[in-house]
């Protein structure tokens, strides 16, 4: 999909996580063209992926507001006040709509507030299962990203347990098993990210009990609030 960067170049260079896909509403439509704000109602649930060049952003949605925007350029992240507006004056940037389930636009919050603290482990480097089993034993949250020749991959370690796996082939929630053979080629590149353990274990345990049709209770917290846009 457009929405990922060129592959031609490292697969590390993403400065994007990897985020759980839905139906694509559009794909990689000039930036400039589209109205943010009027587009997030007909999202309802869902996000925004704005690459311009070796930048990116991602604008949440929920309940048809714009929510959370992210802002990632190299190694480095912003979010908060003043970032919407900024993304917005890419002149030569493109954006792809997704819509999503709410419970996957909490799974996307919680990923890209995660901070990096493994940036370019090499998988030749490692033992999967124990590096796995390693972040199980630490307690918390982490989001294990894979990049490889074959794609990228995410499995997250939360409550001493692999949940929430997803790839950029199979984008919904699956079985972890997905990312072990990309693990067993022993050819590419890790990066993991800590998550906020208390709301990320709630996020993940309500994953594994809620069908996949079902749409999760609203939440009433501070992220919930739409964006002030200077209107």
């Not at 890209?112 to 493994?118: A, D, K, S, T, V």
């Not at 993940?204 to 009433?220: D, F």
Request: with cysteine.
């Amino acid at each position: 999909m457009s929405d990922q960067p060129n592959p031609h170049t490292s697969r590390i260079a993403d400065p994007i996580p990897l985020l759980p896909r839905g139906d694509v509403l559009f794909d990689a439509i000039p930036l400039k063209a589209v109205v943010m704000e009027a587009l997030a109602p007909a999202l309802s649930h869902g996000c925004l992926v704005v690459r311009d060049r070796d930048r990116g952003a991602v604008v949440l949605v929920r309940d048809g507001a714009l929510v959370e925007v992210h802002a990632f350029s190299g190694a480095t992240a912003r979010t908060g006040e003043g970032v919407l507006a900024e993304v917005q004056g890419w002149s030569e940037a493109v954006v792809t709509a997704h819509r999503l389930d709410a419970l996957l636009v909490d799974v996307c919050e919680a990923l890209l507030r995660g901070e990096i603290i493994y940036s370019d482990l090499r998988l030749d480097w490692v033992e999967w299962p124990n590096l796995l089993a390693d972040f199980s034993r630490r307690g918390g949250a982490y989001a294990v990203e894979i990049f490889s020749p074959s794609g990228r991959g995410v499995t997250c370690v939360a409550v001493g347990q692999q949940a929430l796996s997803y790839t950029d082939i199979h984008p919904s929630l699956g079985d972890p098993a997905l990312l072990e053979a990309m693990a067993s080629n022993r050819d590419g590149t890790i990066r993991v990210r800590r998550l906020n353990a208390a709301s990320f274990a709630a996020t993940a345990i309500a994953s594994a009990v809620a069908p996949a049709s079902s749409a999760p209770a609203a939440r009433s917290s501070p992220a919930s609030q739409p964006l002030a846009t200077g209107d």
